[in-house]
């Protein structure tokens, strides 16, 4: 269900710092009207283009269209607005998002208009029946748009360009053991005793008298095994890292703004004066 929060202010400072923040609570600019008063000749102002001291006359008809059948409280809209400074309306979606536009619109200083308004009319009550014709009076004449004025709202889009950070992809890097077999052939040196005996005739010497006699004789063999070591070596090194590259990136859009064109319309009624001045 769509509401609407109406919200008058005395100050269009105050209104523009109550839009402010509700755009940084996520509220949609485009949801968020702003009726300024203009003094002079006809200026545009945020969202709206008006003229005027007072822009009451110019949202009678919103209010006539917003409050429906309720007329006191659209005529007390009409009534205050006359003298304000700014008018604040949100379209929102619910009604916990109304009630905190209103809280916004509460601590930025907006009127509370039934309170005003009752204000108003006992002041009004309490007066003589000059002073209040003479305050009618002074209050026509203050007032520069004809009642029934309608406010037609100029939108115009803002582009607003950010960034935001995205994955785009990386590297993953795993290490592992893997085992290969490997060969490597060595020569090895074996020794081993041999014992021969053969039959001798011949005339023993001193040499052979010293030998007789009784001894042993111990003979080592010794042989050649492999003998297997391993040593580790740093053969490369893999380095992880990121480069940081910049880019220039044009954005493009369409942007759309409200143009108010007038055309002026003859009536047979003018016509006819026209005719006659001739």
């Known amino acids: 269900m769509a509401y609407t929060v109406v919200g008058v202010f005395d100050s269009r400072t105050e209104a523009h710092a109550a839009r402010n923040e509700l755009v940084q609570n996520g509220f949609i600019p485009d949801d968020i009207d702003v009726s300024e008063a203009v003094t002079g000749s006809s200026t545009s102002t945020t969202n709206t283009a008006a003229t005027g001291t007072g822009i009451g006359d110019r949202v009678s008809n919103f209010f006539n269209h917003l409050f429906g059948d309720d007329e006191t409280t659209a005529r007390n809209y009409t009534n205050i607005a006359q003298d304000a400074d700014a008018i604040l309306s949100v379209q929102v979606d ?111 010497n001193e040499a052979d008298f010293r030998n007789v006699q009784d001894g042993e004789i111990e003979i080592t063999e010794r042989s050649e095994v492999p003998v297997v070591s391993k040593q580790a070596r740093v053969v490369e090194e893999v380095t992880v890292g990121k480069q940081v590259e910049e880019r220039d990136q044009v954005v493009s859009d369409t942007l759309r703004r409200t143009d108010v064109e007038v055309e002026e319309i003859n009536t047979d009624d003018a016509a006819r004066r026209a005719g006659n001045r001739t």
């Open 94 to 204: 619910s009604q916990d998002r109304a009630n905190r536009v209103a809280e916004i619109f509460d601590r930025h200083g907006a009127v509370d208009v039934n309170d005003r308004a009752g204000r108003n009319q006992q002041n009004f009550s309490q007066t003589t029946d000059t002073t209040r014709n003479q305050t009618t009076t002074d209050t026509t004449q203050n007032r520069t748009a004809t009642p029934g004025d309608i406010a037609i709202p100029v939108v115009e889009e803002n582009l607003q360009v950010g960034k935001r950070t995205v994955e785009k992809g990386g590297a993953r890097v795993r290490s592992r053991i893997v085992e290969k077999p490997v060969e490597e052939t060595l020569r090895l040196r074996q020794e081993r005793v041999v014992v021969d005996r053969h039959a001798v005739n011949r005339q023993a």
